[in-house]
């Protein structure tokens, strides 16, 4: 067979996977509810300036969207926010993003403020039975320094908020119980995350709506909990990772007790609220996702017999998943599938695709289909990734050349990457690029021995296996080791920069919003992640001196390759002055180098043109970094020094 591919230059292959189709035709998925018979979610449109719009698709296949222009359902609490919306017999109440007020919609109806303007955020709504009330978390930044961060009671006729839980510095998931007479929530504390120690309260309610007996059932110091939920029969289940992985528990008359022991992950990191990994279809079925060395998958799990039945559709990764009526509503993605709804009849066995994040299918010939790598790293322990090679059904590269290598490091760095089709990826695979994106030691998937290796080692252990699986690909022949490069956002960008300033694995690197000084960012962050370093480095009043040793901005002196920069003008995670102050030291030091600021961006970019904008320069910028010419029209970026 005559092979008419075009022998072309890594990196030149021409692709139809461009900027454009990524920001126009995809969508941001998340926020998936059920009311009855009919499903929700949330989608963040780029095309929208980054709107995102709560739809609701009917029984009858029917689809609309539920809040039209200029309704923006986002909830900005912990910066991060989540849990925008809640819903329940067709009503709604949701969060919108200009005011953070928490509205109602009731069917036909427009959206009603139930809460007072102010400086005040709302998040993680939750109605009561009765739908009188609702219950949610709210966070006050009237006052000088910390915001406060409180639940209170919204009056459901729009009669104002009532605090009912104060004292902690964090609060997510309240949930009220199925008779209204109970409230479960969980909380947590300065200095730990979350994911490192949290509590699991129940209260009851009092007949003011206050709550009364306030009593701990789990958690706490070497434990975190996650999603508390009230199952059909009245009991509370949640997940705790007392064992070693987040498993499921639940609350009997003896107390609380795992249901069954697994060496697999049931929970997420909670960096948004109303995160969710199981639920329950029916009084006897639970349907949950777990995650196993890195790979989710889904099950429907008969509270009777613990037998299992596994969703009838390939996934890998899984993001949100809710229950009831019989059905699952799962956002799942596969290695050939992008993020998507899906909805799982367990008793007909059926799943059915309600909406993918895309609306332009890549078409299989062009797919780079991941392949799990373990590779050794430091202190003789193994470090986790996906790599995958470069993929033109068109193309073949001259034979003597290896492909360029780009690494990706996630963000968090609580958190992980999954084996789930992103176009995103496929832009770099199918114009010739290979991808390794790693979880490096802490990510989540493997366990809490796992996560807790980045304790103290943040800006070591992380960038040390990034370099360790850079050059593990390199040594066995499949990438060209003088020209790879590193990505990375928010945390992965400080992954980034501490590669490149700490070692000379990489030839390049493009920092999207990262941290170059960590003594800037233990000074100025926001509330939810100010103490966040204490663990991944050290308590700052301890440590000023290893800050400073790990901040890349100090020790320029070991970074000499070209580095690019995107930054949001109104990021309040990572203020933009941090990759000003790279650039500018980068600049004087005479290394080439490259900012990109963008007006009307935060912590993660929205816009269709942002993103499109940052794509085309990117691989302008390694086109001229690694001495290829890109396929199609780009727009050029001024490089200082190059």
Not at 22 to 32: E, H, I, Q
Request: proline content about 7%; charged content about 20%.
């Amino acid at each position: 067979m005559n092979d008419e591919r075009r022998v072309l230059p890594y990196g030149a292959w021409p692709s139809p996977i461009d900027a454009a189709m990524l920001a126009g035709a995809s969508v941001r998925l998340g926020g998936v509810a059920l009311d009855g018979a009919d499903a929700l979610w949330i989608e963040g449109r780029p095309a929208q300036a980054g709107r995102s719009v709560l739809v609701r698709l009917r029984e009858d296949g029917q689809a609309c969207d539920l809040t039209p222009a200029p309704w923006n359902v986002r909830s900005r609490v912990h910066e991060y926010g989540g849990g925008a919306f809640a819903v329940r017999n067709r009503s709604v109440w949701f969060v919108h993003d200009e005011d953070q007020r928490l509205y109602a919609l009731a069917p036909g109806g427009r959206p009603r403020a139930l809460t007072t303007p102010g400086a005040y955020r709302h998040a993680d709504p939750d109605p009561s039975p009765d739908a009188r009330s609702i219950v949610c978390v709210r966070e006050d930044h009237r006052g000088a320094g910390e915001p406060v961060n409180t639940l209170v009671r919204v009056d459901g006729a729009g009669g104002g908020a009532r605090v009912i839980a104060r004292g902690h510095d964090f609060y997510a998931y309240p949930r009220f119980s199925p008779d209204g007479r109970a409230l479960a929530f969980i909380a947590w504390d300065h200095p730990d995350m979350p994911w490192d120690a949290s509590v699991l309260y129940l209260a009851d309610i009092a007949c003011d709506g206050t709550l009364a007996g306030v009593r701990a059932l789990a958690g706490g110091r070497g434990e975190s909990v996650f999603q508390p939920q009230w199952a059909p029969d009245g009991r509370l289940w949640f997940v705790s990772d007392a064992g070693g992985y987040w498993n499921l528990h639940v609350l009997d008359s003896h107390g609380p007790r795992c249901v069954f022991r697994d060496e697999a992950e049931y929970g997420m990191p909670l960096w948004q609220f109303a995160m969710s990994s199981y639920g329950f279809a029916d009084a006897r079925t639970l349907v949950a996702a777990s995650c196993r060395a890195g790979y989710w998958r889904v099950e429907a799990i008969d509270l009777h017999t613990l037998a299992r039945t596994p969703m009838p559709y390939e996934v890998s990764a899984v993001s949100a998943l809710v229950a009831g009526g019989g059905r699952a509503l799962v956002l799942a993605a596969s290695p050939t599938q992008v993020p998507s709804v899906l909805r799982w009849d367990a008793a007909r066995g059926e799943v059915d695709v309600l909406r993918a994040s895309t609306t332009q299918p890549l078409d299989p010939d062009w797919i780079s289909v991941p392949e799990a790598v373990d590779f050794p790293t430091d202190d003789a322990q193994l470090a986790h990734g996906f790599f995958y090679p470069p993929r033109n059904p068109g193309c073949i590269a001259p034979a003597a050349q290896r492909a360029p290598l780009i690494v990706i490091g996630h963000g968090g760095p609580t958190g992980a990457t999954g084996a789930a089709l992103d176009p995103a990826v496929q832009f770099w695979t199918s114009r010739g690029f290979a991808v390794l994106d790693v979880n490096y030691r802490g990510s989540t998937g493997y366990g809490r021995a796992y996560r807790r290796l980045l304790d103290g080692a943040w800006g070591v252990a992380d960038v040390a296996d990034c370099v360790h699986g850079a050059r593990y690909l390199a040594n066995a022949g499949r990438v060209d080791r003088a020209r790879m490069a590193i990505r990375g956002r928010s945390a992965g960008g400080y992954t980034v920069l501490a590669a490149l300033a700490f070692h000379d694995t990489f030839a390049a690197g493009a920092s999207y919003y990262g941290i170059g000084e960590l003594e800037a960012l233990a000074r100025d962050t926001h509330k939810f992640e100010s103490r966040y370093l204490d663990r991944l480095v050290g308590p700052y009043s301890q440590c000023a001196q290893l800050y400073r040793e790990r901040s890349p901005l100090h020790h320029l002196e070991g970074l000499s390759c070209p580095v690019i920069f995107f930054q949001g003008l109104e990021d309040r995670v990572v203020p933009p002055n941090q990759a000003l102050m790279m650039r500018d030291a980068l600049r004087a030091k005479g290394i080439p180098v490259a900012c990109l600021m963008f007006e009307a961006e935060q912590h993660g970019f929205r816009r269709a043109e942002t993103i499109v904008r940052t794509l085309e320069a990117e691989l302008y910028f390694y086109g001229r970094v690694f001495g290829f010419t890109p396929a199609g029209d780009l727009p050029p970026v001024h490089i200082d020094n190059l």
